[in-house]
């Protein structure tokens, strides 16, 4: 009986997972969970089945909740062996838990459980029951994720202050591991993504004493560890780097070195947030945010195109029905996620998700349509954070950036609603009256562009709206040259300091044909992160802030996070816009190709496109492309 796998309610193992992640966070000794609303998962729920056998078959469930199997009218204990003769069966599994969601693995030759198996939780029709490919092993239960692991030896030892520091050769997250040649005392690790806060047992965020039987302590992010009052020849220390293995397919290699460089730092960047799910940054918070998350969806579509950890951050930030609060509080992160949705499809065509997905699409919708003015755009209610940006945006009334957002939901909706032969309850007309309604509102003839908010009077204008109405389609082409000229190639609006919303400005400016000015930008702004001494992409990045003071961040000494998820676009921006790789049809691997290489002596990269691995290299004069997939030799054309 080698078959099955563990199977819960759909949705329960990343609203548990989730919460097991915004919980992490440990700053300076304290505990601080994620400050919104935690989703629970289903404490009550019946698996079951329909199978019509020909002959006698058996099968054993394997559970951790309390629970029985019911076989027609019999019922038995879980871990019993269950014979079924010919005939049709209904097979169920109930199965109850409180402190975990309740799984179940059932194993055998003819029965066992698979994707094909129901769910139901007592309040909602039957849904197929959640599965995952990591899962397969009856001996690893579903509420325990085993990270892969990797030891990292120190690169550098040396006494320092009263002390030792060792430093790693790259940002890791990992579990220290000492071991004291002279016994046990109680010897306190300062860790720091950068040697000056490690240094700094006072403000570091993490301070460790090892466990006095394993000489171990928790695992954080950490390049460089402080210990105090010992000698180097008294201690060893290894990092055991823990972290979810997920290929990277993409490779990229160019004959500029400083871009090299910037691609290889963007993708260590990027696989370290990207764990069960799509995380912020590796130090500070750990938790699943919706801006960057869906930031996130476009790097993975060309760099490791897995859309497992897409499905599963989606999944957490969405949570259940009904909605009563906006994801991370956060009004525009709300909205990212019915455009992170969209960007999945687009990328992996995943038509069941979709389907599953879509009724929770339109509640949300439901839910930011119970927030409008009289003017029907959407505004924040007490509570809400209003946040598009670190930037002074003016965010008095209805902010023109989020009906711009608001917008492309509903646009976005009116698409889904077509692709899958559903109700499209007016989501098109909406989207149409919203986008004719900025325009009226919102765009200045005076300024020559979009301001922030028309309430305040202050026709204030920044990058962040005027970005949102180019990449959006709210600008027609005669604006969106006036906002060139009076926005973006104007000093005096306020510059994008986030590699955040610098995602936005440079995907902005390769639409409108801007590229030589994006290659100088992403050299300049990621490439002075690397002049810095940046071996990870950092949450923020000023190049006038001194080298004292540019850890700092939020009024804090070294609060700013030096591996973040939003930092490491120049691989969507390389790889979409100078080698030219769109999808055109994920389902049948389609794609498109219209290269901007001659600003390049050479370029060899590898990019996926569904099953397939496409070569592609330039050698100055003529462009070859290669379509591989894992099980044939490979076919190319020039």
Not at 165 to 191: I, M, N, W
Not at 339 to 355: Q, R, V, Y
Request: charge should be negative; aromatic fraction near 14%.
């Amino acid at each position: 009986m080698s078959n099955g796998c563990w199977i819960w309610y759909p949705g329960d193992f990343e609203l548990y997972h989730a919460m097991v992640q915004n919980f992490s966070r440990v700053e300076r000794g304290y505990g601080w969970p994620a400050f919104w609303k935690s989703e629970g998962f289903r404490n009550r729920v019946v698996f079951w089945k329909i199978y019509t056998l020909e002959e006698e078959t058996e099968f054993c469930v394997c559970s951790k909740a309390t629970g029985h199997v019911l076989v027609g009218e019999k019922k038995y204990p879980f871990g019993t062996r269950i014979v079924c003769g010919p005939g049709r069966w209904k097979i169920s599994i109930h199965a109850g838990r409180i402190e975990e969601f309740p799984s179940v693995f059932v194993k055998g030759d003819v029965i066992y459980s698979d994707a094909d198996w129901y769910a139901e939780d007592y309040a909602n029709a039957p849904v197929k029951a959640g599965c995952s490919r990591y899962f397969t092993d009856e001996t690893r239960e579903p509420s325990r994720w085993d990270y892969s692991e990797q030891i990292y030896e120190p690169v550098h030892i040396e006494p320092c202050l009263d002390g030792v520091l060792y430093e790693f050769e790259t940002e890791l997250t990992a579990v220290l591991e000492v071991q004291d040649k002279r016994g046990y005392r109680p010897l306190v690790l300062s860790c720091g993504e950068s040697r000056e806060e490690a240094l700094d047992p006072q403000h570091c965020y993490y301070s460790w004493t090892p466990d006095p039987e394993t000489g171990r302590c928790p695992r954080c992010a950490v390049r460089y560890v402080y210990i105090a009052g010992c000698r180097p020849e008294e201690l060893t220390l290894r990092a055991i780097h823990q972290y979810v293995d997920i290929p990277v397919r993409a490779k990229f290699s160019c004959s500029d070195e400083r871009l090299n460089k910037i691609w290889q730092v963007a993708e260590h960047t990027f696989r370290l947030c990207s764990g069960i799910f799509f995380v912020d940054g590796i130090k500070r918070d750990k938790w699943i945010w919706g801006g960057d998350a869906y930031q996130s969806f476009f790097v993975n579509r060309y760099l490791m195109a897995d859309a497992d950890i897409n499905r599963r951050t989606l999944l957490a930030l969405r949570g259940n029905d009904p909605m009563t609060t906006h994801i991370n509080t956060i009004l525009d992160y709300t909205l990212y996620w019915v455009l992170g949705i969209k960007a999945h499809f687009e990328t992996f065509g995943d038509l069941e998700f979709l389907e599953s997905v879509y009724p929770r699409m339109c509640s949300l919708m439901d839910f930011c349509e119970s927030q409008l003015d009289e003017n029907g755009f959407i505004v924040g209610r007490k509570g809400d954070w209003i946040f598009i940006d670190w930037a002074d945006l003016d965010k008095e009334g209805a902010l023109c950036a989020e009906q711009i957002l608001f917008a492309e939901c509903y646009h976005t909706l009116a698409v889904v609603s077509r692709v899958l032969g559903a109700d499209e309850k007016g989501y098109q007309r909406k989207y149409d009256d919203l986008r004719k309604k900025i325009d009226r509102f919102y765009w200045s003839d005076e300024k020559g562009a979009y301001i922030d908010s028309f309430r305040s009077g202050r026709n204030y204008v920044s990058r962040q709206s005027n970005l949102f109405a180019v990449l959006f389609q709210i600008a027609d082409d005669g604006k969106k040259a006036l906002i060139v000229e009076n926005v973006i190639h104007n000093d005096r609006i306020p510059r994008i300091m986030t590699p955040y919303f610098k995602f936005f400005e440079m995907e902005a400016l390769c639409r409108m044909g801007y590229l030589d000015e994006v290659l100088a930008q992403i050299r300049d702004y990621w490439g002075g992160m690397l002049d810095r001494g940046a071996v990870t992409f950092w949450e923020e990045y000023d190049p006038n802030v001194s080298a004292e003071e540019q850890y700092d961040m939020y009024g804090d000494k070294f609060g700013k996070s030096l591996c973040h998820a939003w930092s490491a676009s120049p691989i969507y921006l390389l790889a979409r816009y100078f080698v030219g790789m769109e999808i055109i049809d994920p389902v049948k691997e389609e794609y498109r190709i219209r290269p901007h290489l001659e600003r390049f002596k050479y370029l060899e990269c590898t990019l996926p496109v569904g099953r397939k691995n496409v070569h592609i290299v330039w050698d100055g004069e003529k462009l070859c492309v290669e379509e591989r997939k894992d099980d044939d030799e490979g076919k190319g054309h020039t």
